[in-house]
T-cell receptor, first 111, second 114 residues
Framework: SQQGEEDPQALSIQEGENATMNCSYKTSINNLQWYRQNSGRGLVHLILIRSNEREKHSGRLRVTLDTSKKSSSLLITASRAADTASYFCATDGRRDDKIIFGKGTRLHILP | DAGITQSPRHKVTETGTPVTLRCHQTENHRYMYWYRQDPGHGLRLIHYSYGVKDTDKGEVSDGYSVSRSKTEDFLLTLESATSSQTSVYFC?????????????FGDGTRLSIL
């Protein structure tokens, strides 16, 4: 399986601090995606990074990809209460149209 | 937000009954997916569709069937519901396959099998 594994499973930080979540996967990929899920809602796509990219930014989000280590990280800078959510990485299936989600990191921003 | 609607949003039913969940999209996207989300398991793919009448199995397809007779609708059927199928079900759509583009999710159907 190419399922991504997020680390840590849960993270609590103070508002204003930076949050870093990691994702590791097992086999080579073409793309890796990060999603956010607020409680009781569907997942929302955050960012897609391709295997030939090393870093990508979107607002306060920074994603890195290290294909040699089969890992990715998501950094949220200057966290806000609204960032409280679960975050998932997802990797492509290379030979089919599926993407495989990890089990997620639960992020809690403390006021 | 992508135009994707799941119905019903909540359902309680009894073991052994058939259940059909509907996913409707207004985006004309080619790909549609059904997932279930359970504590400790994350999001797992049940079935997906890569075009009208074209479907394939996912990781946890046993006990489920799907149909897609038109682009905008993707139906998930539990042929004889069991308590292990109590879960939150999400539909997603994408205009690109092979993980080349984002998936857009509905807000889910909370299904309880008693």
């Amino acid at each position: 399986s190419q399922q991504g594994e997020e680390d840590p499973q849960a993270l609590s930080i103070q508002e204003g601090e930076n949050a870093t979540m990691n994702c590791s996967y097992k086999t080579s990929i073409n793309n890796l995606q990060w999603y956010r899920q607020n409680s009781g809602r569907g997942l929302v796509h955050l960012i897609l990074i391709r295997s030939n990219e090393r870093e990508k930014h979107s607002g306060r989000l920074r994603v890195t990809l290290d294909t040699s280590k089969k890992s990715s990280s998501l950094l949220i800078t200057a966290s806000r209460a609204a960032d409280t959510a679960s975050y998932f990485c997802a990797t492509d299936g290379r030979r089919d149209d599926k993407i495989i989600f990890g089990k997620g990191t639960r992020l809690h921003i403390l006021p | 937000d992508a135009g994707i609607t799941q119905s019903p949003r909540h359902k309680v039913t009894e073991t052994g009954t058939p259940v059909t969940l509907r996913c409707h999209q207004t985006e004309n996207h080619r790909y549609m997916y059904w997932y279930r989300q359970d504590p400790g398991h994350g999001l797992r793919l049940i079935h997906y569709s890569y075009g009208v009448k074209d479907t394939d199995k996912g990781e946890v397809s046993d006990g489920y069937s799907v149909s897609r007779s038109k682009t905008e609708d993707f139906l998930l059927t539990l042929e004889s519901a069991t308590s292990s199928q109590t879960s939150v079900y999400f539909c997603a759509i994408s205009d690109l396959g092979r993980g080349e583009g984002p998936q857009h999710f509905g807000d889910g159907t909370r299904l309880s099998i008693l």
